[in-house]
């Protein structure tokens, strides 16, 4: 069992799940499908759920269980993920028995990887059920009944005195909360410091002062980008530079994780760092052929939409250059942007409804 990238002939991608033969899982192929079309998920999330998912199958097969029966196993299954490394789970294990350290060892998928998996493998049964494509006597097995009183009070409803019931999943792991990795305002300095071109400062100011995310970030057109301060004559409302993060397809792979456009407020560092990247890019012609704010212009394909993986990259080459003590991630920056913003808002905790959350008001697009 494996996971495995399908390419349609309109260039959509999603993962599905492929059995020993290489031939397609049905119900796992339906229920993927289904998250990438029906639901509008990311191909980020369906490569997820089918590493989850093919983790599950393969399990099943190497114990010798349908995965009709599997189901009703998943706390056998949850300490086979905790102790069964690579060697173990990968898809290429040797035939025959093998010896596993069980519990008291150190487990080799944490607390919230695991969780991930069984996510995924509850999406799988409850749309196997709701298709008929297995019998409805699993779900009882993967939720029961709970009352509401363990969840917060936002989350309670308005039946005040009343207790409510719901349905919650009977198998999930305590994932201790971990602590805020951010990149310190002396790393995004040596950062920027080793930067070699307009493009890459403009990619450390935009993660780092605008707060995005690495795939908003490559999914910006130019004509998101409105940096004039009154937009009110190009039919857009918002005021003063900004951008706007739109959910869209991209063939670069890009996808910005939340369904609702937003516009994002820019500071004077990031217009100034706009218009130098602009006049390094007009000296490439190839890149005036994509609408993409952020394209190749030093290698090939030139004029090419950035890829996701080429931030990470760009990260982890300036961090070598500033001789940090370790390689900044994209989501890092990100961090940092919340970080400082909270203290100038009187925040104690990083919950901030600032403008960079905000639903973007009716804009045309136009671009400036």
């Known amino acids: 069992m494996r996971a495995f990238p399908v390419r349609l002939p309109s260039g959509v991608r999603y993962w599905t799940v492929l059995d020993g033969d290489l031939a397609v899982v049905s119900e796992a192929d339906a229920f993927l499908r289904h998250v990438r079309f029906g639901r509008e998920g990311s191909e980020l999330t369906t ?13 099943c097969a190497r114990t010798g269980r349908h995965w009709h029966a599997g189901v009703e196993q998943l706390g056998l299954f949850i300490t086979w993920l905790r102790h069964a490394g690579p060697a173990a789970s990968g898809v290429d294990v040797a035939r025959g028995g093998q010896v596993l350290a069980g519990p008291g060892a150190e487990p080799v998928r944490g607390a919230r990887r695991i969780n991930g998996v069984l996510a995924a493998v509850r999406g799988l049964v409850t749309h196997a059920v709701t298709t008929g494509q297995a019998p409805a006597r699993l779900m009882p097995l993967i939720y029961e009944l709970a009352d509401d009183r363990d969840l917060p009070v936002s989350a309670r409803g308005e039946n005040e005195g009343r207790m409510a019931w719901r349905m919650r999943a009977r198998h999930r792991l305590h994932e201790p909360e971990p602590m805020v990795d951010r990149a310190s305002d002396e790393e995004i300095v040596g950062l920027l410091r080793a930067c070699r ?8 100011l935009l993660l780092s002062r605008a707060g995005l995310r690495r795939g908003e970030l490559c999914g910006l057109r130019r004509s998101d980008v409105h940096l004039l301060p009154d937009s009110r004559s190009l039919r857009c409302e918002v005021q003063r530079a900004h951008l706007h993060v739109v959910r869209r397809a991209n063939p670069n792979g890009a996808w910005a994780k939340s369904r ?16 130098g990247y602009e006049f390094e890019r007009l000296a490439v012609p190839r890149a005036g052929e994509s609408d993409f704010l952020l394209v190749n212009l030093f290698r090939e394909p030139v004029g090419a939409p950035m890829r996701p993986d080429a931030v990470n990259e760009l990260m982890s080459a300036c961090s070598r250059r500033a001789g940090l003590n370790r390689a900044i991630r994209p989501h890092q920056l990100r961090h940092a942007f919340g970080s400082n913003l909270a203290p100038r808002r009187r925040l104690r905790r990083l919950r901030i409804p600032a403008a960079a959350w905000t639903r973007s008001p009716n804009c045309s697009g136009i671009r400036q």
């Open 47 to 59: 490569r997820s759920y089918a590493g989850g998912i093919a983790l599950f199958l393969r399990w």
């Open 197 to 204: 071109s307009a493009r890459d400062r403009l990619i450390v």
């Open 260 to 275: 609702r456009q937003r516009w994002v407020p820019l500071d004077f560092l990031v217009v100034q760092a706009f218009d």
